[in-house]
């Protein structure tokens, strides 16, 4: 774990993790959780951020596979679809035409340069920097999409779970608060 980064999901428990909306997130032995169903989101109760960098792990079954992190959406007061509206999903799904909606997106807003993701069975290291206005999105350790965004300063963190058959697996979720 490099310095300066706090880990709210390790895979050992889901102490300050909530799900609202449809379907679930099922813990793996290997560390890991796995989405089942939705559309729904499985979100970072304990605190808001303001500037931070955000690091996930992620493994998709299949390149379509759809799913997605939110940042910056306020308490969601139950219902999943206000951090869609309030917050901004940075998108997993490999192949729509449509770069808005392509893995490392930040989703509707701005689609990636490129989509250097590894091959299924592999885990992808995204991360996601918020400072001020200013998102930036790396995937694998390249910069793929850079975004200035006129939604909320600060928010909370959560992971999607899309629909039947969008399976994605997570694990190692991190962030850094900066300034």
């Not at 909530?18 to 813990?27: L, T």
């Not at 885990?123 to 790396?138: A, D, F, K, M, P």
């Amino acid at each position: 774990m490099e310095e300066g980064f706090t880990v709210i999901f390790d895979g050992s428990n889901m102490d300050g993790w909530q799900q609202i909306g449809p379907g679930r997130f099922v813990p793996e032995s290997d560390g890991s959780i796995r989405s089942e169903g939705g559309m729904g989101l499985l979100w970072y109760t304990k605190r808001a951020y303001r500037d931070f960098v955000l690091r996930v792990e992620y493994r998709p079954e299949k390149p379509e596979s759809n799913s997605g992190v939110f940042v910056r959406f306020p308490d969601p007061k139950g219902d999943p679809w206000n951090p869609v509206n309030q917050g901004h999903e940075i998108q997993i799904c490999d192949p729509p035409k449509d770069p808005k909606h392509r893995t490392g997106a930040v989703y509707d807003f701005k689609g990636p340069t490129h989509v250097p993701t590894r091959p299924i069975g592999e885990w992808n290291e995204l991360e996601i920097r918020v400072v001020g206005q200013r998102y930036t999105i790396s995937l694998n350790g390249e910069v793929v999409c850079e975004y200035d965004s006129g939604r909320s300063l600060e928010g909370y963190v959560g992971l999607q779970n899309h629909n039947d058959g969008d399976t994605v697996w997570f694990r190692a979720v991190s962030v850094r608060e900066l300034g």
